[in-house]
Each structure stands twice: as C-alpha cells, then as structure tokens.
C-alpha cells in the first residue's frame, strides 16, 4: 500500500521558494527538506532535479492571479483610490518577481523558454488583463477611450522597473517611497485619461 505523503506539492514549493530567496540556487536540498521534516529524496522524487524544484517554485507569475479586482474591477469607489490600490498591489508584486528572476537569472536557467511554456506568457496575460479593467473604467465614462494595452504598458514598465532596479541598488532609484511613487504615477495617468469638454467614453481621440 502506497505511503500517505504527508506534505503538499504546495507546501514543499511555499519552503523551497522562502529557501531560495534568502540563499540563493547554491542551497542545498537538505535544507529544504529540513523546512518540512521530510529526506531530500522526498523532494526529488517529487520533483526530478533541484534544478527542477528551484524552477517550479521561482517561476514567474501572472498579476491575474495575484490580484484579483484586475478581472472584476472597478467598483464604486473613486477611480484614484482604486488605481493608487492596485498599483501598490503590483509594485509589491514586481518586488517579489525581481527576486525571483535575479534567483532563477544567477542559476543560469532558461528564463526565456519559461515564459513560453505558458499559453499566454504572464507579461502578456498581465498586459490584456489591465488593459480590460481600464476598458470597463472607460465605458463607465471614468476615463477617455485610447489604446488601452498602450497605457498598461506604460503602466506595468513604470512599475516593474524600479522594482527591478530596487533589487539591484538596495534602494528605490528615484529615492521616493512606493506609496509616493504611486502617487505620482496615478496623478499623472488619470490626468492624462479625464475626460475633456464633450468628449464622452468611447470616442476616439
């Protein structure tokens, strides 16, 4: 009869992620199965190579699922609010992925072919799917219709970015706090999107 596992796929990837993050891709598998009281050979068993675990757990991301007022949004609330809260969401989301892109970048895996192991590689996905929550925003006369996938590009740059740049200098590069380099973001964004004169939600400009 079969043994019972007695940790998750999960909870070995949630271990193996903190691990790899604080000691880079030279830890050493013990050290991991250390975290959840198991043998390395549990590991492997599970998931191949070291290599194998490190790229499951570091692999990139997409924003869909780690924030989910993108596919829903926006609400009630006043379009700033919720822009300045859904950029923090991201800016904190891009920390964690320059982290571990500079992991997965230092072992020397094929950063490249993981993003085209998806059907829709994340950047794209998040590009698609921010570009929808500032199209509902439009129809709902909150902003001016434009080439929305455009403006989340901009956005998306404006953040990963500094996020990527934080990682290398230990500092954000332009010295402001997230929550101020937020702000100015979402002043300059939702200035850029008002609506103007008789132009109305929907028009081209």
């Known amino acids: 009869m079969a043994r019972p596992q007695t940790v998750s ?7 193996a992620l903190r691990c790899f993050l604080e000691h880079g891709p ?18 492997l068993k599970r998931f191949g190579t070291k290599q194998d675990l490190m790229v499951a ?3 990139p991301q997409t924003l869909a699922s780690s924030i989910p007022q993108l596919s829903t949004g926006p609400d009630e609330r006043p379009l700033e609010i919720q822009l300045t809260e859904l950029l ?6 891009f920390v964690e992925m320059a982290r571990r892109m500079s992991v997965l970048r230092w072992s020397h895996a094929e950063c490249r072919q993981l993003m085209h192991e998806h059907d829709e590689p994340p950047p794209l996905l998040d ?16 902003v001016r219709q434009v080439d929305f996938h455009a403006v989340s590009m901009m956005l998306l740059s404006a953040v990963h970015g500094p996020a990527m740049l934080t990682d ?3 500092k954000h590069p332009t010295g402001h706090s997230t929550a101020d380099y937020v702000r100015i973001l979402v002043d300059t964004i939702l200035n850029g999107l008002e609506v103007h004169g008789d132009k109305v939600a929907g028009s081209k400009i």
């Open 127 to 142: 590009i698609r799917t921010l570009a929808g929550w500032f199209d509902r925003a439009s129809h709902r006369g909150l």
């Open 26 to 43: 030279s830890v050493a598998t013990e050290v991991i199965a250390q975290q959840l009281n198991v043998s390395p050979q549990a590991l």
């Open 88 to 93: 923090t969401d991201v800016a904190v989301f």
């Open 57 to 59: 757990a570091l692999k």
């Open 168 to 170: 290398l200098l230990g």
């Open 9 to 15: 796929d999960e909870q070995i990837l949630e271990a």
